[in-house]
């Protein structure tokens, strides 16, 4: 595979003198046949390994091109397909490690494979737009072809092939700037463009300002990764303009010991982010990692029989002290994989997961079935198991303070339609032909049902893709133009049992359209997206399908150095035009040859038959300011909702966008919101937006009455009112032998530092806004356990939830064999509420029970399965509500006070027949009921008490009185 070595420089930011719009699109338009830089110009192609050739011809928006280079490029290596998409990403941006661990195996690959090959052949097209390649050997090659007119690229094309066309369209570039962590440019970074569908390197290095660009290139799925020696490489999904800023490696350092003091030759390695090279303690106990791309890790020390996991921070430059881990005897986890008949199940993937510390394991089943997590510390722990043809089991929650056998784990077999064969069922026959009826081959054919997901096949030379063994029912057929610019409308299709249905493809030819960018000033204005779509009046019906044209349903480009661009293809009739230019909006009244339909905002309509548009686009206005510390000294790389901006003296100026708010965050500093406006076209200046840093807060945990040590205990830090949601954790460690803790990374604000310990209640005490040492005293707690049976027998599994007298859920423990046990729980009254898994059937249910515990009790509370329960019927007096029972007496709230966390543990009422809802028998007991009533914002509430008796049916007719709640 050829990989391209591109020397670009940076162009001079002066732009070109106005122009006035072209006269009109009867001609190919002298701007569109500028000198292009064309990759292959100078490249001389390898010797010829074949007699074999490709012919066919290079066709722009104005039809055949000549004077077009194009080259035959070598397949891309199998492992190509192969390579990792970037991830979906949970809310925020991604963090340093997430976009290194993307780039790594794109990097290795590159490395690899760069310089190793040049085209296979090369020509250039006649008066006609005709080329022949010769001197191929056998397989497939991708096509790539330039000119003046534009770029194309056509994957896949059997060597021998005739008649093959290569659509020239809009070029991509991409450009922008790279930076330090101190806003400075970097220069000499690689910036290297992997072109998925034909697997082509292209690269370039920043100029001394650190700034770069890449292109024209065909338009398609690109990954761009940045990279320097001594930086951490990130991967970015490339836009037309990005700001890109490669942070310096970060080295951790700490301490290993145990209740004895320092313990040397233990391994330590770094879980989460970069891979790395473990560690091995010195004689004093001390470790070192380096090489570690800013975030977080969990750093894990084994030795002998003893382990130590603690989670870390490795985000701020600088190196940290404070790290020490505390090595404690090792617990395993094990158990079996079974399949409902007994037999084992192999590879299924078993994930434990512990909420205090948040920690997650993997591993997979051996050929019995067996798992083993070897590396475990006391705390509660939840399985799940996942397996091929299996249901999802998810194991509840249960305390280990010792290593433990599980009892066998039974996966239920997925029931699993069975697929028609292909000479059973329907079959569906596409045939693709283009505008002058010539079949359409090696092109992607979707098809699906209510879903995204689907089959795909590939339409062979005649232009027929064919899907057989399916069941009856109406399909949407999608057509993927192997010209990426180009998206077409799905089609519908609807068959009948066995039926062998075939239908015909065929684009219509559509019309161009060509015109001018430029800002207020006239000044023509460069790389702005647009994309035009068939406009469709509101209220209008849906076209039929019978007609078999293929219409555009969207068509994409790229305004030019000069402002201009040429949309060809589009649908017939009028067309919506969006244009998007960062810190740009379009000026539909200044602008000239768009329709008289309205359209919305950013986006025009455009006709055929007129002439060439002028599109204004007008500054929105910027979004200025400056970061700094409480010192006033510049912080000088930051985020600003999700895109990252380095300056030197930390300053900053972004497109207004529609946002009205925005959050400043940089790593070490708490984050801070800042709202605004500014009239339209005008900037809006934030001034200095100061952040505050980071504290440390220190502390010890002692036992009450006797003030001993507590070492183990795992100390949070975080909000006040509740622990963290979301992507993000607390900062958090474990005391010291001597009940010392030092928690680095705690933001500004109140916070409170939570202490959990498997022998000890949970404890919490509140910061002063600027308290930096705190005492933690852990009271002694209460044991309850007892017996769950049905029939007389012991319940083989369950789930036992501890509520406060509220309701509200406070802990949630399975339990095996028939017995349960709960540790460490502060002196109260509490409801306590216990659920028997049946293998067939409901759930057990048992009443109920209400207990009043002190300090160092331990109370036996045994459950017997309850017979019969109450039958109840809730009369609604309107569809589409929801009514949800919880034990016990909560008050009315609103989702944002956790309305819906606590309905989880609840039960939902189902609908039995038009205005009743129905719950399963339920044991006796007082009841709060939950009514909603949602909205797109928002959710109203109302709330009952119920009293239930121990048997019976209730029917209770629903009154509601309802609250509102934003969401």
Not at 287 to 299: D, K, N, S, T
Not at 554 to 581: K, Y
């Amino acid at each position: 595979m050829l990989v391209l070595l591109l020397w670009l420089v940076w162009r001079p930011g002066t732009s070109p003198e106005p122009t006035s719009p072209a006269p009109g699109p009867s001609r190919r338009p002298q701007a569109e046949t500028r000198a292009t830089p064309r990759l292959w110009s100078n490249v001389t192609p390898s010797e010829p390994r074949g007699t074999l050739s490709i012919q066919g011809r290079v066709v722009g928006p104005w039809g055949p091109v000549s004077g077009a280079v194009i080259v035959a490029l070598a397949p891309a290596p199998r492992e190509w397909p192969d390579l990792p998409l970037q991830r979906g990403r949970r809310e925020g941006p991604p963090s340093p490690c997430e976009l290194l661990e993307d780039a790594l195996p794109l990097l290795d690959l590159a490395a690899e494979l760069r310089g190793t090959q040049e085209p296979r052949a090369r020509a250039t097209t006649d008066a006609q737009g005709n080329f022949r390649l010769e001197g191929l050997d056998g397989g497939a090659f991708a096509l790539w072809a330039e000119s003046g007119e534009g770029i194309g690229l056509r994957a896949e094309v059997a060597a021998g092939s005739t008649d093959v066309e290569v659509r020239l369209g809009p070029g991509r570039t991409f450009s922008g700037t790279v930076y330090d962590e101190q806003g400075g440019p970097v220069a000499g970074a690689l910036v290297t463009t992997l072109q998925r569908d034909a697997g082509r390197f292209v690269e370039t290095f920043t100029n001394d300002e650190g700034r770069f660009l890449l292109g024209p290139l065909p338009w398609g799925r690109y990954d761009v990764l940045f990279s320097k020696e001594g930086r951490v490489p990130v991967r970015l999904t490339p836009g037309p303009l990005v700001r890109v800023t490669l942070p310096a490696p970060r080295r951790l350092s700490g301490q290993v010991v145990d209740a004895r003091g320092a313990v040397p030759g233990v391994t330590v390695q770094a879980e989460g982010g970069t891979r790395v090279a473990p560690a091995v303690t010195d004689v004093k106990g001390r470790f070192q990692l380096e090489g570690l791309c800013p975030g977080r890790y969990v750093l894990t020390a084994s030795h002998a029989e003893r382990h130590a996991r603690l989670e870390v921070s490795a985000e701020v430059q600088g190196e940290r002290e404070s790290i020490v881990l505390l090595l404690r005897n090792r617990l395993r986890l094990s158990g079996r994989v079974l399949g409902t008949s007994g037999q084992p199940i192999e590879n299924a993937e078993v994930l434990v997961f512990s909420e205090t510390p948040r920690w997650s394991d993997e591993v997979r089943t051996d050929a019995r079935g067996g798992f083993l997590f070897e590396r475990l510390v006391p705390g509660t722990y939840t399985v799940v198991v996942l397996a091929e043809r299996h249901e999802r089991l998810e194991v509840p929650p249960r305390q280990l303070l010792e290593s433990r056998e599980l009892p066998p784990l039974t996966l239920k077999e997925r029931e699993v339609r069975p697929r028609a064969q292909a000479q059973e069922g329907a079959s569906l026959e596409v045939e693709w032909v283009d505008v002058t009826g010539q079949p359409v081959s090696q092109a992607l054919v979707q098809l699906h049902r209510g879903g995204p997901s689907g089959e795909t096949a590939t339409t062979g030379r005649d232009g027929r893709a064919v899907f057989q063994g399916l069941s009856p029912g109406r399909y949407v057929v999608t057509p993927r133009a192997r010209e990426a610019w180009i998206r077409y409308a799905p089609r519908t299709v609807e068959l009948r049992s066995e039926e062998t249905r075939k239908i015909r493809l065929q684009p219509e030819e559509g019309w161009i359209l060509s015109g001018q960018l430029v800002d207020a000033e006239g000044r023509p204005l460069e790389g702005a997206n647009l994309s035009a779509s068939r406009w469709v009046e509101r209220g209008a019906p849906a076209e039929a399908d019978s007609s078999g044209r293929l219409r555009s349903d969207s068509v994409q480009g790229l305004s030019g150095p000069e402002g201009r661009f040429t949309l060809a293809n589009l649908p017939e009739g009028p067309c919506t035009l969006r244009v998007e230019l960062p810190g740009y909006v379009l000026d539909a009244r200044a602008s000239s040859g768009l329709d008289e339909r309205a359209a919305s905002r950013d986006e025009a309509v455009v006709s055929p038959g007129g002439p060439d548009v002028r599109l204004v686009l007008r500054s929105r206005g910027r979004l200025l300011g400056r970061v700094v510390r409480e010192d006033g000294g510049p912080i000088t790389s930051f985020r600003i909702n999700n895109e990252t901006v380095s300056h030197p003296e930390g300053r900053f100026s972004l497109p207004l966008g529609y946002a009205r708010t925005w959050i400043i965050e940089a790593l070490g500093f708490s984050p801070v919101r800042r709202r605004g406006s500014a009239p339209r076209g005008e900037d809006l200046d934030l001034g200095d937006v100061v952040l505050v840093e980071d504290r440390t807060v220190r502390g010890r945990v002692l036992e009450a009455g006797t003030s001993a040590p507590v070492a183990g205990a795992w100390v949070e830090v975080g909000h006040s009112r509740a622990r963290s949601s979301g992507g993000r954790m607390d900062p958090s460690t474990y005391t010291l032998p001597d009940g010392s803790f030092t928690v680095e990374g705690v933001k500004a604000g109140k916070r409170s530092v939570r202490v959990s310990h498997p022998d000890w209640p949970p404890a919490r005490v509140l910061l002063a806004e600027e308290q930096g040492e705190v005492t933690v005293v852990l009271e002694p707690g209460a044991t309850l356990e007892g017996r769950v049976e049905s029939a007389g027998a012991p319940v083989r599994s369950g789930v036992v939830r501890l509520r406060s007298e509220e309701g509200e859920v406070l802990t949630t423990l399975g339990f095996g064999e028939g017995r349960y046990s709960l540790r460490s729980i502060a002196a109260g009254r509490y409801l306590v509420q216990v659920e028997g898994q049946s293998e067939q059937g409901p759930a057990l249910l048992f009443p109920v029970r209400e207990v009043t515990l002190s300090r160092g009790d331990r109370v036996t509370l045994d459950f017997i399965e309850q017979s019969e329960g109450a039958l109840l019927e809730v009369l609604v007096p309107e569809r589409n509500l929801e009514v949800h029972l919880i034990p016990g007496d909560l008050p009315i709230m609103g989702p944002k006070d956790g309305l819906y966390s606590k309905l989880r543990s609840g039960l939902m009422g189902k609908t039995v027949r038009e205005g009743v809802q129905r719950f399963p028998r339920l044991p006796a007991g007082r009841y709060t009921l939950f009514a909603m009533r949602r909205s797109e914002d928002s959710t109203e509430v109302h709330r009952e008490e119920l009293e239930l008796p121990a048997s019976g049916e209730v029917t209770f007719t629903l009154l509601p009185q309802w609250i509102l709640y934003d969401d």
